[in-house]
């Protein structure tokens, strides 16, 4: 494990001091580019050039955070969408739900109506039964009060 790591950093440190020679090359050759092309202009030239080059810099990076701004824009812009889009469906989830609860309540509210006169119904035929039973016990008591005259006259 330690060997692999060593060759992994000898390699790294192999790579980097490739890199450098590299670059001390690229060094080299744009030092001499730059003295065989090289312009000597007078101070007032330079300033202006410089401040030139230092505005396109900065136009630069402010079209960079324009595009960057844009970006930022379009995507708060389908974000503000999909917010709308979501609030749609909840507002419909919800509208629905709601008829559902009225319908259930409606339903309830049916179920009470019937289960009140079926209440009705009952008590009418619960009352019906009394008054009928009363009807029974009143001719049962005529019936044993006429049998026990009966009997009597017979046994006189």
């Known amino acids: 494990m330690e060997e692999k790591g060593k060759a992994r950093s000898e390699e790294r440190w192999k790579g980097a001091i490739s890199n450098l ?11 001499k580019l730059l003295l065989k092309k090289a312009v000597f202009v007078d101070e007032e030239t330079f300033l202006k050039a410089s401040l030139s080059s230092e505005q396109a810099r900065t136009i630069k990076v402010l079209e960079q955070r324009v595009e960057t701004l844009e970006k930022e824009l379009d995507a708060a812009i389908s974000a503000a969408a999909r917010a709308r889009a979501e609030k749609r469906q909840a507002e419909a989830a ?3 739900t709601e008829l559902h609860a009225h319908e259930i309540t409606r339903e309830l509210e049916n179920t009470t109506k019937v289960f009140e006169l079926h209440m009705e119904e009952l008590r009418a035929k619960q009352e019906e039964i009394s008054k009928h039973d009363n009807d029974i016990k009143l001719l049962e008591a005529i019936i044993q009060t006429l049998g026990g005259k009966e009997s009597r006259s017979t046994n006189d």
């Open 94 to 96: 919800q509208k629905a």
């Open 21 to 31: 020679t590299e670059m001390a090359s690229n060094v080299d050759s744009l030092q």
